[in-house]
């Protein structure tokens, strides 16, 4: 590489204004640096990410601003491959020392193994649809912005003798990838999120929102929803466990099923540790449940393209209940006969690939029609804590958190302490009696997807709490 | 590195700051994997860059940047400051500072053999091997093995005066025999699930643990639960292995004495605790028998709560957190202590990376040892159940209720094990359970476990902690509940 060169691609990290993302050609810049070193270095082929992020966070709690961060990082991500062999080495430092040492470094990780006989040669040029998830108003938002948001939530806290803690965060990224091939693909978003938990006494309640678009929720309304649920939500009565009708709102439902991702990947099934292992083609889940999973879905985030840049496909999971299709990463695809789904990790990886846009087919029924169709159940606002006790019947354990409520013919009666839940899912969506439209829901323990929210019969739970 | 770190506290504090303290950290990473006989994971990785943390208007912002140059750096420092400006448009409260001293100190976390200049060959040499022993049992579906080690230096600046390097080295390893057979998923790990083991150590650390010799006996218990009789459900005795005892503490002790989570900053996500200021000093929080520290400092071991300061400048310590089963102590930071009647903060401000704020986190809690040998323990159990290996862990957001499940249990009667049992777990109240405690084993079975990946925080951060415990015995628990279906 020339000293002009390098100068160059100092200048492009250096640059740029904090809270903005290089522009494309910088990044192609980054990577054409790393492509042309790692030929000289030795590599038969190269395959190269660029990831980059502009995130800032305003979290609050007893009604103030307690911790308000702001953070720039830059990553470039080198995977060599050398007679047979692949390793990846990833830095922050972009000068041209730094990246040619990490190129040797990860050419010294690939030659210190075995060949790998299933290692495929890198693709060539792809073509991708377009998605726009790069909102500017969202990258418009500024710390003050974020403040006086947070501020008028604080303020109704403070009206109604309650106290409000929760963020609000927005932020931009970017991914690329390049290689030796030939093969270019980059994707940009921008992310918006508020979230608050309400406090009256001992009592909490919770909402949500995230989105690329800030304008897509107001923070206002979220604080004025969780301050009305919190007031429901004093004084709450023990009920025993057991099994009850639950009405799970979309945060709940989004935390039990997005723990079923991983199970649809083919590698997952090829290693036997999958739930659907022997159910493939098989009525598992109730005829109302539906799964895809759909990157380009308007409500879904996410880049158009998986680890080795291969674009992603829309692929049909689950029909009528009954699993149809896995997705496969070029090395798993091959291994099965089948054709690669676009869902691969970025390799070397010992897990192949997952579907990271599920989409739930919902309903034509309200939270309000469910609960007016119940005797007796109880409303969930969300989960918390969710973790596997039984991987192949999917029993997952957690507690309810911020809101649970016991309906009696029809109607919200009462607040009701928190239960720990022992649930099968697979088993919860065969009891699956209504279910909402199908909406972008955010939770804590599982990342953003598009669910409806659910009733459901049966739902197990095994313990109660002191709160 | 305080070429920059110096100049961007300077930059701080002619913008309007009254206080700031700058993280320099440079953070070297290798993984390697296998799994069913083929490498997995291998990738190495590094990070370098800087945080600054500022008061002004009395008010916190943070900022951090990857451009290290003294342009890059002075406008993260002014970015800081214009956050805690904004920040002050909505606070709270004035933020109020334990007084410090100001240090000048560099520091090195002891070690035999630095993983990094380990050859890739004799590492992945010695995960293949255990691998490959792993699968020659008959019934094993999956195996799967890891290495990870890192290095991280950090360069802490303070306007107060401090300049403290330090540098850690942290190992660790694990391996795993998965059987799927008929309609169950059993799984072994050793010597701990969810990666192994983790420590403040060298490479010395994967060779005292003797992957290959392990491995055989994992693999055959994998391939033998499905055989065993499930875990009875009934309320009863139950004897913890060391490990399974130290995630224990981590979820029931040491998240509930966190102050932060105590005073509700964490209640919008981590929650809150049970464990209100006015229960200090007066909670029968367990057994007269339960002494519990938070121990950072390098005498208690090499642990993953252990430094020489923590990123807030301020020495490790040892504090009491149950001593003769009452509680005694909160883990808290500069801006808390005076909260709890405390002069000085009891040094856990931790952070994972150049990017994150750092935050009150555990250091190493650990129960401290007993009397009992382990024979001599489940000779005394008449009728109870050992439980080794964490497979799930669940507990609600303010710490009272729990569930663990681990991946084997061994029925004890008269004295003597008698056989094994599979799907095992226990539930139980936190302060209920811990008051059930009646034996603990000597140190002699004592270990300071890691646990590589606590989550807190928003944005969030992962954080290694350190737990030491030896096997003890808890009677009245109920058992079972996670496989009940009523």
Known sequence: ?467 | MYDLAVPALDTARLRGATYADVRVMHLRQRDLTTKNGKVGTLAQSESIGLGIRVLANGAWGFASTDRLTREGVAACAAQAVSIAKASALAKRSEVVMAPEDAYVDSWQSPFRKDPFEIPLETQLALLLAADAEMRRVKGVTLTETDLQFRKIDSWFASSLGSRIHQRKVISGCGIAATSFQGDEIQKRSYPNSFGGQHALQGYELVESLDLVKNAPRIAEEAAALHAAPQCPEKTGTLILGASQLGLQIHESIGHPIELDRVLGEEANFAGTSFLTLDQLHHLKYASDIVNVVADARLDHGPGLGTFAYDDEGVPAQCTDIIKDGEFRGYLSNRETAHLVGLKRSSGTMRTESWNRLPMIRMTNISLLPGTWSLDGLIGDTDDGILMDTNRSWSIDDRRYQFQFSTEIGWEIKGGRKVRMLKNPSYSGITTEFWNSCDAICSRDYWTLWGTPNCGKGQPMQTMGTGHGASPSRFRNVRIGSAFSNQ
Not at chain 1, 377 to 394: A, C, M, N, Q, S
């Open chain 1, 1 to 467: 590489m020339s000293a002009a060169a390098k100068s160059k691609t100092r200048v492009a990290a250096e640059s740029k204004a904090a809270g903005e993302l290089l522009p494309e050609r910088e990044i192609r810049r980054i990577m054409d640096t790393v492509l042309g070193l790692a030929k000289k270095t030795g590599a038969d082929e190269t395959e190269v990410h660029v990831d980059e992020i502009a995130d800032a966070l305003t979290r609050f709690a007893n009604n103030g601003i307690h911790q308000n961060v702001a953070e720039h990082g830059l990553t470039v991500s080198i995977r060599t491959v050398a007679d047979g062999r692949t390793a990846r080495t990833t830095t922050n430092r972009v000068d041209e020392d730094s990246l040619r040492a990490a190129i040797e470094s990860s050419l010294a990780l690939a030659q210190s193994q075995p060949k790998d006989p299933r290692l495929l040669p890198l693709l060539c040029n792809q073509r991708y649809r377009s998605v726009n998830r790069f909102q500017k108003h969202t990258a418009s938002i500024t710390p003050e912005d974020r403040a006086r948001a947070v501020r008028r939530a604080c303020d109704l806290a403070i009206k109604q003798s309650q106290v409000a803690a929760g963020i609000f965060a927005t932020g931009l990224s970017q991914s690329a990838i390049g290689n030796s091939n030939g093969l270019f693909a980059a994707y940009r978003e921008a992310h918006a999120e508020f979230s608050i938990t309400m406090q009256e006494g001992s009592a909490a309640s919770w909402a949500k929102a995230n989105s690329a678009d800030v304008r897509a929720f107001d923070p206002q309304k979220l604080a004025q929803r969780a301050s009305e649920k919190v007031h429901l939500a004093v004084n709450p009565r023990e009920l025993p466990p057991g099994r009850y009708t639950v009405i799970l709102e979309p945060s709940a439902v989004l935390d039990l099923v997005g723990f079923l991702f991983y199970d649809f990947a083919a590698t997952a099934l090829e290693d036997k540790r999958s739930c659907l292992t022997d159910r493939m083609g098989k009525q598992i889940f109730g005829k109302n449940i539906t799964i895809v999973d759909d990157v380009y879905h308007p409500l879904q985030l996410g880049a158009p393209f998986d680890g080795e840049g291969l674009p992603r496909q829309r692929v049909l999971l689950v029909q009528r209940g009954v699993p149809k299709n896995l997705v496969y990463s070029r090395t798993s695809a091959k291994a099965a006969r089948k054709k690669p789904t676009g869902h691969g990790f970025h390799l070397p990886n010992e897990y192949g690939e997952a579907p990271m846009n599920l989409v739930f087919s919902g309903g034509d029924s309200s939270l309000e029609k469910m609960i007016a169709s119940t005797n007796r159940g109880l409303l969930v606002t969300r989960l918390w804590y969710i973790r596997e006790v039984d991987p192949y019947e999917k029993v997952m354990t957690g507690m309810t958190r911020d809101g649970l409520f016991l309906v009696e013919n029809g109607r919200v009666t009462s607040a009701v302490r928190n239960f720990r839940f022992n649930q099968s899912v697979l088993e919860m969506l065969r009891n699956v009696e209504l279910l909402g439209p199908a909406v972008r829901a955010t939770g804590e323990e599982a990342f953003e997807m598009v669910v409806p929210a659910m009733k459901v019969r049966d739902f197990h739970f095994s313990e109660v709490t002191k709160f």
